[in-house]
């Protein structure tokens, strides 16, 4: 039977690990390395790093950083930041990475998915969609943006994630910019109308600050990545920095409670 995966996600700014705030004001955490290791020992189910400098930057990915952290990961690894062909996502996945994160480069030329899919397997193809609500008083809906969050485009997340199952991506990463450490909650109705649109795998990221709140998106999505920043490497509600995940049998309950049995 399938079952929901809980997923931290690590952002590397300038070499360190960082959490940010609706993408901005990177506060440093800790070390990239050294939060794999504790994520090992704490068994999580995949573990999701994006170098968010890459791209903003126009520099290519950190190959060096890449071989360190599948080196040392024994869970499932994706990786983002900075690629733009397939050549680049190639060699990521030889060096041990299971998935290649591709998000502002799949905005630009939908027709990279279906290269890089080509190139390495739909299956290691994740396209992150960065999503936040249209500003102004009389707009409504939702807008793609990349460039962490610099640049807007005038797409529709929902159609555009048909595109991107369509051009060959093994999973959407879907990404609540509005949510980005605010840790009250996943965009629920932002999630359900994506999760209603493909067939492929998907993972939400961004707002969760409990297990009750991952709870909620698979009640509302089923079986669903559950993905995390704030949530699990700050504790209480002064965020103090500790790397934290569920336990397994915390895990066991939380899916028993919100799955239809």
Same mark, same amino acid.
């Given at each position: 039977?399938?079952?929901?995966? &809980? *997923?931290?996600?690590? #952002?590397?700014?300038?070499?360190?690990?960082?959490?940010?705030?609706?993408?901005?004001?990177?506060?440093? +955490?800790?070390?990239?390395?050294?939060? %794999?290791?504790?994520?090992? $020992?704490?068994?999580?189910?995949?573990? +999701?790093? #994006?170098?968010?400098?890459? /791209?903003?930057n126009g520099v290519e990915p950190d190959y060096k950083l890449i071989q360190d952290l599948a080196a040392e990961c024994r869970m499932p690894l994706a990786y983002g930041g900075g690629v733009r /062909?397939?050549?680049?996502?190639?060699? &990521?996945?030889?060096?041990?990475? $299971?998935? +290649?994160? &591709?998000?502002?480069?799949? %905005? $630009?030329?939908?027709? @990279?998915?279906?290269?890089? !899919?080509?190139? =390495?397997?739909?299956?290691? =193809?994740? +396209?992150?969609?960065? =999503?936040?609500?249209?500003?102004?008083?009389?707009?409504?809906?939702? $807008?793609?943006? *990349?460039?962490?969050? /610099?640049?807007?485009?005038?797409?529709?997340?929902?159609?555009?994630?048909?595109?991107?199952?369509?051009?060959? !991506?093994g999973e959407i990463v879907l990404n609540s910019v509005d949510r980005d450490g605010v840790m009250k909650g996943y965009d629920l109705e932002l999630a359900r109308q994506v999760r209603a649109a493909?067939? &492929?795998?998907?993972? =939400?990221?961004?707002?969760?600050?409990?297990?009750?709140?991952?709870?909620?998106?698979?009640? *509302?999505?089923?079986?669903?990545?559950?993905?995390?920043?704030?949530?699990?490497?700050?504790?209480?509600?002064?965020?103090? %920095?500790?790397?934290?995940?569920?336990?397994?049998?915390?895990?066991?309950?939380?899916?028993?409670?919100? @799955?239809?049995?």
């Open positions: 039977m399938l079952r929901p995966r &809980i *997923t931290p996600c690590l #952002l590397v700014h300038e070499g360190g690990l960082v959490k940010t705030v609706g993408f901005k004001d990177p506060k440093y +955490v800790g070390d990239p390395i050294n939060a %794999v290791k504790i994520f090992n $020992e704490k068994e999580s189910d995949e573990l +999701v790093v #994006l170098d968010i400098d890459a /791209t903003r /062909t397939p050549e680049q996502a190639k060699r &990521i996945i030889e060096l041990g990475v $299971e998935k +290649v994160c &591709i998000s502002s480069a799949a %905005v $630009e030329d939908p027709t @990279l998915i279906r290269r890089i !899919a080509d190139a =390495v397997g739909g299956q290691s =193809v994740v +396209v992150v969609l960065d =999503v936040r609500k249209k500003s102004g008083f009389f707009s409504s809906g939702y $807008e793609l943006c *990349t460039h962490n969050a /610099t640049k807007g485009h005038k797409l529709d997340p929902i159609a555009f994630a048909r595109e991107c199952q369509a051009q060959g !991506a493909i067939r &492929i795998p998907m993972s =939400v990221l961004g707002g969760a600050g409990s297990l009750a709140d991952i709870e909620a998106l698979i009640k *509302t999505c089923g079986v669903v990545g559950c993905a995390a920043g704030s949530l699990f490497v700050f504790k209480g509600q002064y965020r103090a %920095v500790l790397i934290n995940y569920p336990q397994p049998a915390q895990k066991d309950a939380l899916f028993a409670a919100a @799955l239809p049995r």
